[in-house]
Every structure is written in structure tokens, then in C-alpha cells.
């Protein structure tokens, strides 16, 4: 896992300490003054009340008074409850989406690394040959402007007749930083014709891949017979070719570098150009986007065929990489987490309009709620998370029956967790969001109307 891998910035975690104290010192000041403004409502109705007794008008508007504020205190208690449960459930939240965030991240960072590092770049080679050029240029002699003409020597390069390029490449796993790795046994023949009247040397210049690791058994031949290197490091062999001859060069290696092949013609127009590449894995797939004339699956081998009979100019190289399955729907949980302390307003809210709730049910329904959350954040983690929810929302279904305390009322539960609680959560793990949370609400007001009503 790496360590790049980071949570959601400025997300409240309850794995945190110094988040916790600062919530912790908030929400005390803001509960002693709720207290104290309802102490302080109190004793202002004791004492108008204490004050006017001897006035039966007025003791007739305190005592409505007295009893508007017994009904507030009433519904203060579930407003309180309500606010007790919700602020540790939306810390919950906001710490599962914080880490299921950061468990995508790392799963992305660790596809990622699997096929990173350099690619192995075999060039095509070139067959150069030198020739004089005249060249003239002024200067000053004596006083006196003087054109002088030399010759200098500059290199051409003579287009190859034809390439017929094997490669089988074979995937492993470099163990330490978990990441693939590929072994390639590279075989080619470049057919070479002089087609100049009045130069006969040359050089053939084969180097081997960029981005390799290792490298072992790089030979070039020429008609079967081994050319040997005259400095080390310098990959360009010497050769005489008479015009109008052709001969023929073979160039071989084994090497291993990171988790892309490819062949690069390096803005050469290349001739009779045929390359057949064989993946010994799976999945594997053609690079750069030069589609492959042919494509054969055998197994988990995968052969990719280039071949061109006249000739051809690419810009991107030809090439083959390890296709990686994509890592889909990202973010869809660590939004539904941050969306659900809303929704169970939502339900909390339909299911007081549709029967009645002690404070005992509203403590039972919060916490099936969010420990239904909290299961299908783990089980999003091993399995799709439509599913995941279709199995929970029959448990939570199930026990949200014991809600009521008759049949009627029960069904209206039900009812009330289908339009506030299942639907939405649904909603947000599909594509069609907006049009799914548009029939849950439309679904709470047709109830809402029919129960009312």
C-alpha cells in the first residue's frame, strides 16, 4: 500500500484524538447553552406566574403558557435524542467514508504500480553510410573578402528493405514492489539492398531496448556469420556492400525491463515490415493504438500481428501492454456516507408523521440505521454494492416492523423506510441518482397525503 494513498481532506475521523477533544469542547458549550435557555424560559414563566397570581385574566394566559412550555420540554427530549444520535452518526459516517476512501486510493495506487516503471523501446535500425558535400564560405583575408570551398562529411541513412520481427514476452512479478515485470527473447531480419551506385560501406546500426534491467545473448549476424563489437557500448557494425547486392542481418537478445513492450520505427518509412508479437499472459493488449492486423487468443497467449507488405510510416510505436481490469464506480460510497446523516433525517422525520415514536424506538431505529451503513461499507469492499444493499435493506425492512405497535402501523414502518431509507440509499449507488431520489420523495408526499388525508 502506498503511502500517497490519503483520505478526503478536512473530513472529521473519530480515529483522530485532536478532532474528538475539539468536537468534544463545541458541543458542551453549545449544550450548557441550550440548557441554560431553557432553564433560564422556565424560571422567567415561574416567576410571571408567581407575580400576577392575584390576576385571574392574566394567571389564565401563564398557565397556556405553562403548558406550551411542558410541550416543549416534551419535544425537546426527542429533539435531543435526535441531535445525540445524529452527530455521532454523521462522525461514523464521515470516518467509514474517510476510509473507504482511502482504501480506493491505495487499491488504485497498488493497480497502478503493478505495471509502472520504464517501458522496454526496441528502435528500428538504421543502415548509415557517409558522403562528401561541398560546402563554400566567406572570409576575410588580408583586408579582403575570400570565398573558400571545402568538402565536409555527412551521414545518410539507407531505408531497409524489409523487417521481419518476433518477440515472445512472458509476464512475472518482481516480489519486493509487487509489480510486473516482462522477459522478452526478441528475434528479427532486416533485409538490406544497396541501391546507391558509388557507396559500398556501411553501418548497421542495431541498439538494443531502452528501459531494460537485463540484458543477455545480443547478437547481430549478417548472413549467418556473428559481427563482433569493435568498442563497447557502440552498436554499429561495419560492412561492405556492393550496388545492387542485398544481404540479410539478424539481431537477437533476451531482455527484461517494465510491463510494456514496444517498437518504435523512430520516423523511418519502413518496407515489407511484418512484426508478430506473442504475449504469454493474461490480459494483454495492443499499445499505443496501431491496431494489429490480427489478433489470435490460445489460452492465456495472445498473438498480435503487424504486417505491411509495401510500406508504412507511424508515429506512435507499435507495442503490447498488460491491460488491467478498470476499477469502476470510485467514490460512489465515501459520497453515499457523507449524504447519510440527511437521509436519516428523512426517515427519522416520515416516520414521526406516520405513527407514534417513544424515544426507546427512535434510539432502536438510529442504531439500525447506521449499522446497516457500516455493513455495507465492508461488504462494498468484496462484493458489488447493489447487491450488498438489496440483502440489507430485507434485514432492515425486517426489523423495522417491530416499529409499530399494531399491524396498521407496522405497515406504515415499512412504508416509511421503503420511501426514506431504501430508496434513497439505492439511489445513490446507481447512475440514475437524481431520477431515483426524485420518486422516493415523490413516494414520501403521495404517503404522506394518503395518511393524512
Given amino acids: 500500500m502506498l503511502s500517497s494513498a490519503q483520505g478526503i481532506p478536512g473530513l472529521p475521523d473519530l480515529t483522530h484524538p485532536i478532532e474528538l477533544v475539539q468536537f468534544g469542547t463545541q458541543a458542551l458549550k453549545a449544550s450548557l447553552l441550550l440548557v441554560f435557555l431553557v432553564v433560564a424560559l422556565g424560571v422567567a414563566i415561574a416567576l410571571m406566574s408567581f407575580s400576577l397570581r392575584r390576576s385571574q385574566p392574566q394567571q389564565v394566559i401563564i398557565g397556556e403558557w405553562a403548558i406550551g412550555y411542558s410541550q416543549l420540554l416534551q419535544g425537546l427530549q426527542h429533539l435531543t435524542l435526535v441531535l445525540i444520535l445524529l452527530v455521532p452518526g454523521f462522525f461514523l459516517c464521515s470516518t467509514l467514508s474517510n476510509r473507504y ?54 551521414n545518410r541513412f539507407l531505408m531497409l528493405a524489409g523487417s521481419q520481427i518476433q518477440v515472445k514476452l512472458d509476464q512475472s512479478v518482481d516480489v519486493p514492489g509487487r509489480s510486473s515485470i516482462y522477459q522478452a527473447n526478441y528475434t528479427a531480419d532486416y533485409k538490406v539492398i ?161 405513527l407514534p415514536m417513544s424515544l426507546k424506538n427512535i434510539a432502536i431505529a438510529a442504531s439500525i440505521f447506521f449499522a446497516c451503513l457500516l455493513m455495507l461499507t465492508y461488504l462494498a469492499r468484496v462484493m458489488n454494492a447493489q447487491l450488498a444493499w438489496t440483502l440489507i435493506s430485507i434485514i432492515l425492512l425486517f426489523l423495522t416492523w417491530g416499529l409499530g405497535a399494531s399491524r396498521s402501523a407496522s405497515l406504515a414502518a415499512i412504508i416509511c423506510t421503503i420511501a426514506g431509507a431504501v430508496l434513497p440509499i439505492f439511489g445513490l449507488l446507481i447512475p440514475f441518482s437524481g431520477l431515483t431520489l426524485s420518486l422516493a420523495g415523490l413516494l414520501s408526499a403521495v404517503w404522506l397525503a394518503v395518511r393524512h388525508w
Avoid at 486510493?105 to 526496441?122: C, H, I, M, P
Avoid at 557517409?130 to 568538402?151: A, D, F, H, M
Avoid at 548472413?223 to 560492412?239: C, K, S, V
Avoid at 515489407?272 to 493488449?285: E, G, K, M, Q, R
Wanted: charged residues 15%; aromatic residues 14%.
Fill in 194 to 354: 544497396n541501391q546507391l551506385k558509388d557507396i559500398n560501406n556501411f553501418f548497421f546500426e542495431a541498439p538494443p531496448p531502452n528501459g531494460y534491467t537485463l540484458l543477455a545473448s545480443y547478437k547481430v549476424e549478417r548472413d549467418g556469420t556473428r559481427l563482433q563489437q569493435t568498442n563497447p557500448g557502440d552498436y554499429g557494425f561495419l560492412f561492405q556492400l556492393q550496388p545492387g547486392e542485398e544481404t540479410t542481418f539478424r539481431v537477437t537478445y533476451q531482455a527484461q525491463g517494465g510491463p510494456r513492450w514496444v517498437y518504435s520505427a523512430g520516423g523511418q518509412l519502413l518496407s515489407n515490415f511484418s512484426l508478430i508479437a506473442v504475449a504469454n499472459f493474461a490480459p494483454a493488449d495492443f499499445a499505443s493504438g496501431i491496431v494489429p492486423n490480427e489478433i489470435k487468443v490460445n489460452g492465456r497467449s495472445t498473438q498480435f500481428t503487424w504486417k505491411f507488405d509495401d510500406n508504412v510510416s507511424v508515429k506512435n510505436p507499435f507495442g503490447v501492454f498488460t491491460n488491467t481490469e478498470p476499477i469502476r464506480h470510485t467514490g460512489v460510497i465515501p459520497r453515499l456516507l457523507l449524504l447519510a446523516p440527511a437521509i436519516f433525517l428523512w426517515w427519522i422525520l416520515l416516520l414521526y408523521l406516520s
Fill in 101 to 154: 476512501h482511502y482504501w480506493e486510493q491505495a487499491r488504485v495506487a497498488q493497480v497502478a504500480e503493478s505495471v509502472a516503471g520504464d517501458r522496454l523501446e526496441q528502435f528500428a535500425p538504421q543502415v548509415r553510410y557517409s558522403i562528401q558535400e561541398p560546402y563554400s564560405y566567406n572570409t576575410q583575408v588580408n583586408g579582403k573578402i575570400v570565398k573558400v570551398n571545402q568538402t565536409r562529411e555527412i
